[in-house]
């Protein structure tokens, strides 16, 4: 799942490569796929895509942004998407979602797996759009102070009961953050994903800032995770602590075995003497 080091690494690879390529054709739900989100019918694409030409790209979130033409954006990640740069038509997937050939017959392909957001929107859509809101603080920016970290638990009710998982992927969020990268941010800041948010005290607020800053800068500097690719199809080059293949496994700081719980729609694993 693109989080944000992904959509950070792609979208600079994206802004350094595609920027001012012209598009020759374009190939829309090529393979239908219904968790491929669309925001208007194929004919649209055509219309709009056709003999544009890519212009920036940023980062957003978990999101990549992408100007096209004078007034659309195209929005890829948040998902299971493969956002890959091809060289020619010798390395184009066989199923894809989205398949840009430009007028140098390179190409650009989306493939989706699991769900992923292949959209078009004007700029007036984007603030509005369920997918994407509005622009956020980011976790990696140098606005992302402890105090604005704070502000996000001021935001709770005192009877609030959620708990750290939900507060940091849900609402109010660390915007960009999955449960991918959210394994290694607790088990820096050595806090259990059933905590409640509220029951942090100012210590472990200031750990859980410190270990979010550092695990995603980190990340996005190394290209993202191991476990995602790049817009050159290569893996990232940072290495993960905690995922699926350490479970049973000794915790890297104390030995004890790496537990998993399905908690929230998905997988925690965690060390059950370090996080508490």
Known sequence: MIELPEAVTIARQMDQELKDKRIKTIVRGSSPHKFAFYTRPAKAYQSILRGSTLGSSR????????????????????????????????????????LLQFEDDTYLSVTVSGWGNVMLLHPSELADHPHVGERRVSPISDEYTFEHFQGLFAELDEEDKRFVKYFAISEPGIWGVGNGCLQDILFRAKIHPRRRALKLDASERRAFHAAARDMLTKAAASGGRDCERDL????????RILHSKVVGKPCPDCSTPIDKIRFLGGASYFCPSCQV
């Open 59 to 98: 980062d957003h979130g978990n999101a990549i942004l992408t100007a096209v033409g004078k007034d659309h954006f195209l929005i890829l990640g948040g998902g299971g998407e493969r956002i890959i740069y091809h060289q020619s038509d010798e390395t184009l997937p066989k199923k894809h979602q989205l």
């Open 232 to 239: 050159y199809n290569q893996p990232g080059g940072y290495q």
